[in-house]
């Protein structure tokens, strides 16, 4: 009896694990390939004001089925488990506290503080047999169609391609290694761009160090019983060959903004000097606080954006009197007028709940086209701009703590704005549309909101990435080092960026982070084995 019992509970548990881990993945493959269309979907209940996001439901769902897991198997609590528990309590009754007094908004700054229960979820739902030889076929194929066919945003673009790399790297029959490879290669040659589209600086400082890493690590691990002196002339040759090579396709405009520190401060001080003369005579404008961009909200902002770059890049500097005879030119003056049009609508009564994206696409195609012309570099000014625009909304956050003395942080739902960005009339589209503004800093924000557990947040997993490393280091495990290379890569975007913030990047890292230690611990486990097994 006692055997079926086991056996049955075996059955659910191997049951739970497979469906949990189905059920991440793909989910952080939706939200890759959608991002924000694919989060806003939602649940809204008449006695809630607020609404249920897909991912949330998706939360519910892993932690019902971890929490059955875990009575099922009767894994007992030790001091770790006590930990979390405290610290997603706190998180719940900061979040209420939040809501009470300020409104649903402190539901979405929690967001920020309990995504990272995904990664007990891909820790526990974890099991090497799940990617079996088909399942690793059939998620690689998935991966080439999705780079090939449906595409995905950029920032995804590293994981993807480290991803397929893994699933190669553990496939066993020759043949299907090498046709893997190939697809591997045809990914990376149909979107070369990829590596430094657009001129993001966080995706290249990303792509820059990861690669380096990764020049480091395997190089040490393959040259170990080789010379210190050779091994560091490999590492030094290989990563100057990348980095020349990834010189060429950087945006230069953006480089020079990443090594002109000097440039940068001296526009600081000068926008300063401006903030300073206005500020006493500055009143905050009374925003509606809203929780996300709708449709309607996003079209509005397309077409603005659109309309602002073709003023900055088309117009301002071909002009439409140059050329008349031109095909661009023609293209350029429809274009210009359809936008027109679309500007003066002060109702944009022309919208519906798809929104004119052909149109937009044409107009994409336009400036892409002209782009390419002009080499494709975004405009050095804007690059300068951005970076200000985070350094004075960083300098806001901190002074904001320093006045409030917020040792634990601000209240989860007190809607975020900056002084300084108001007054210099930076991102008005963002912050008058939404009530409040992003920190474009995921390690600032957590300081921001939580104070000193957010800083424990952080010093635990950087304490947790550099034990990883060095464990899976001495195990010479490649797909250990290029697993951590993905994490490398979104901890340093979301220095720069909104993106743990957010469901669509948040759930994916989490999740691989989870998956990660699991295999860490995993290996450890079976060199602790292998060691016992010795007489």
Same mark, same amino acid.
């Given at each position: ?30 939200? /890759? ?20 996001? $897909? ?95 449906? #595409? +995905? ?27 893997? $490879?190939?697809?591997?290669?045809? !990914? ?15 995706? +290249? ?10 020049? !480091?690590?395997?190089?040490? $691990? ?17 990563? !100057?060959?990348? $980095? !020349? ?67 900055? *890049? ?8 140059? =050329?008349?005879?031109?095909?661009? =030119?023609?293209?350029?003056?429809? +274009? ?29 195609? *336009? ?38 003395? %917020?040792?634990?942080?601000? =209240? ?44 424990? #947040? ?18 010479? =495990? ?6 951590? /290379? ?19 990047? %948040? ?29």
């Amino acid at each position: 009896m006692n055997q079926i019992v086991k056996h049955r509970k075996f059955f659910w548990v191997k049951f739970i694990d497979i469906l949990g881990l189905s059920l991440v993945l793909c989910f952080s493959l939706l939200n /890759s390939i959608y991002t924000a269309k694919f989060a806003q979907i939602h649940i809204q209940f008449t006695f809630l004001d607020f609404p249920v996001f $897909i991912n949330e439901i998706l939360l519910i769902i892993c932690l019902i089925l971890f929490i059955t897991k875990i009575r099922l198997q009767k894994i007992s609590l030790n001091q770790k488990h006590y930990w979390l528990i405290i610290y997603f309590i706190w998180v719940l009754i900061k979040a209420f506290k939040g809501y009470f007094h300020w409104g649903p908004l402190a539901f979405r700054n929690a967001a920020l503080f309990y995504y990272p229960i995904f990664s007990i979820f891909g820790f526990y739902f974890f099991k090497r047999e799940y990617f079996s030889k088909l399942i690793c076929i059939f998620i690689l194929l998935v991966l080439c169609f999705v780079n090939l066919i449906l #595409g +995905t945003d950029h920032y995804y673009w590293f994981s993807y391609i480290a991803m397929m790399l893994i699933l190669i790297l553990n496939l066993k029959t020759l043949y299907v290694r090498y046709l893997g $490879i190939c697809l591997l290669a045809i !990914v990376i040659l149909y979107s070369p761009e990829f590596l430094f589209k657009g001129g993001s600086r966080s995706h +290249t400082l990303g792509i820059y160090i990861s690669v380096i890493f990764l020049i !480091v690590y395997i190089v040490s $691990i393959k040259l170990k019983n080789f010379h210190f002196w050779q091994r560091t002339s490999v590492v030094s040759a290989l990563t !100057v060959l990348f $980095i !020349v090579l990834a010189f060429k396709m950087t945006d230069q405009n953006s480089l020079k903004s990443l090594l002109t520190p000097q440039h940068v401060l001296q526009e600081f001080k000068m926008y300063d000097e401006i903030i300073t003369e206005k500020e006493r005579n500055f009143i905050p404008q009374d925003l509606e606080v809203k929780l996300y961009k709708d449709n309607y909200h996003q079209y509005i902002t397309m077409r603005r954006d659109l309309k602002r770059i073709y003023d900055n *890049i088309i117009l301002n500097e071909d002009g439409l009197k140059k =050329n008349e005879s031109s095909d661009i =030119n023609k293209e350029n003056k429809l +274009t210009y007028s359809s936008i027109n049009k679309i500007e003066k609508s002060e109702d944009y009564g022309g919208y519906n709940e798809g929104g004119n994206f052909e149109e937009n696409e044409k107009i994409n195609q *336009i400036i892409e086209r002209y782009n390419q012309k002009k080499g494709g570099e975004r405009l050095i000014e804007n690059a300068y701009v951005t970076m200000l625009f985070r350094l004075f909304i960083w300098r806001d956050m901190l002074r904001e703590m320093k006045k409030e003395r %917020a040792f634990l942080g601000i =209240n989860f739902g007190k809607p975020q704005r900056s002084k300084s960005i108001e007054i210099l009339g930076w991102a008005r589209d963002e912050w008058t549309r939404d009530g409040w503004i992003t920190p474009h800093n995921l390690y600032i924000h957590l300081f921001y909101r939580a104070g000193i557990v957010g800083l424990g #947040g952080i010093c635990v997993v950087f304490i947790l990435l550099i034990r990883m490393i060095k464990d899976f280091y001495l195990q010479s =495990n490649i797909t250990g080092g290029i697993l951590i /290379s993905v994490i490398i890569y979104w901890l340093l975007i979301a220095a720069f960026l909104v993106f743990l913030e957010f469901p669509y990047g %948040a759930i994916p890292f989490w999740s691989v982070f989870g998956m990660t230690f699991a295999y860490y611990q995993n290996k450890k486990n079976e060199i602790k084995y292998e060691n016992s097994s010795y007489p």
